[in-house]
């Protein structure tokens, strides 16, 4: 019987790990992350903030430039970092870049009372995207608004967007409990109760609705609600691991905000050694063939034990 969690026993999340995995994580340096690159499984470090953000932004118009009429193409992606997001806009408009056949998957929405969030909402991810990167593209430079996908509960306009266009890239952040999106592990219960999902099954998910670990809501009310978790949705639409893996590319991008010096670790350890697993979804990524984690050096930090 696996270890219950210590943090939201009714539900698997990371700390029912086996105790080994998790005590060489905490052991691995931040140059140790280097050295767990392998075929298919790219870790890159950035000096600077403005590097790092740069070069994401940088996968938007790298992955724009290769749309065509006959081949249409883009990106998917995050709400997490979005410090990338007005960047991604001046490139377009410096450079401009024609963006007629591009496309643009925002991986996920709240929900509240059965529905994705309206674009007014405080908090909603497509409010975030129009606001910060696409309001700001010039008009004559704008892709068609049916080349902007955002999930909604109509789930399939979303699913099938994937089969018309190419998704180059789909990049992510990784939250405190180790999801890319809001893949998160599922709650303690029914056929889940004594082992979550084989990474098999959690792999058939596509785009759902999720609901949320308790160490999500607590995450994004620290980081988008100043800490008012009763304004933070239960439940979200996120884009699944199928469409994930429709994706050529996975690039996720850890400054050091959104997850913990030992997460970061966590999970490029399981996806560099091939050991998957549903209660730390974001190793389920090492199955894909197209890996690459990104990092600010200085956002790596240490797991060391420290008091302040």
């Known amino acids: 019987m696996r ?4 943090v939201a026993p009714e539900w698997w999340d990371y700390t029912t790990l086996d105790r080994a995995i998790l005590d060489d994580a905490a052991r691995l340096s931040a140059e140790d992350l280097l050295g767990l690159a392998r075929p298919g499984f790219k870790v ?3 000096d600077t903030l403005e590097d790092f953000y740069l070069a994401e932004a940088l996968e938007y118009i790298t992955a724009w430039r290769q749309a065509t009429e006959e081949s249409p193409a883009g990106i998917c992606g995050p ?3 979005t410090e990338q997001l007005p960047l991604v806009a001046r490139l377009v408009n410096e450079l401009e870049l024609d963006l007629r056949h591009a496309h643009f998957w925002g991986m996920d929405e709240w929900v509240e009372d059965g529905r994705e969030v309206s674009i007014e ?3 909603s991810f497509r409010r975030a995207d129009m606001a910060l990167c696409f309001d700001r593209i ?3 430079l704008r892709m068609p608004e049916e080349n902007l996908h955002f999930p909604t509960v109509e789930l399939e306009a979303y699913k099938t967007s994937y089969d018309r266009a190419r998704c180059l890239v789909m990049q992510g952040g990784q939250g405190e409990v180790k999801h890319w999106a809001f893949n998160d592990p599922p709650q303690r219960a029914g056929a889940y109760h004594d082992a979550p999902p084989s990474p098999a099954e959690y792999r058939k998910l596509a785009t759902r609705i999720v609901d949320l670990h308790p160490m999500t809501l607590i995450q994004n009310a620290r980081t988008s ?3 008012v978790v009763q304004n933070v949705p239960s439940q979200a639409l996120s884009v699944g691991p199928v469409e994930t893996w429709k994706a050529k590319k996975v690039s996720i991008w850890q400054a050091g905000n959104h ?3 030992f997460g970061m670790r966590l999970t490029t350890l399981m996806i560099s050694k091939r050991l998957p697993d549903a209660a730390a979804p974001m190793s389920l990524l090492a199955d894909h063939p197209n ?3 990104n990092f600010y050096r200085h956002g790596v930090g240490s797991t060391s034990a420290e008091m302040h």
């Open 121 to 123: 909402h405080p908090l």
């Open 79 to 81: 709400i997490g970092p």
């Open 3 to 6: 270890p219950l969690s210590k």
């Open 138 to 140: 010039r008009p004559d």
């Open 259 to 261: 997850d913990n010096p």
């Open 291 to 293: 890996v690459q984690f």
């Open 44 to 46: 890159v470090f950035y």
């Open 225 to 227: 609600g100043g800490g």
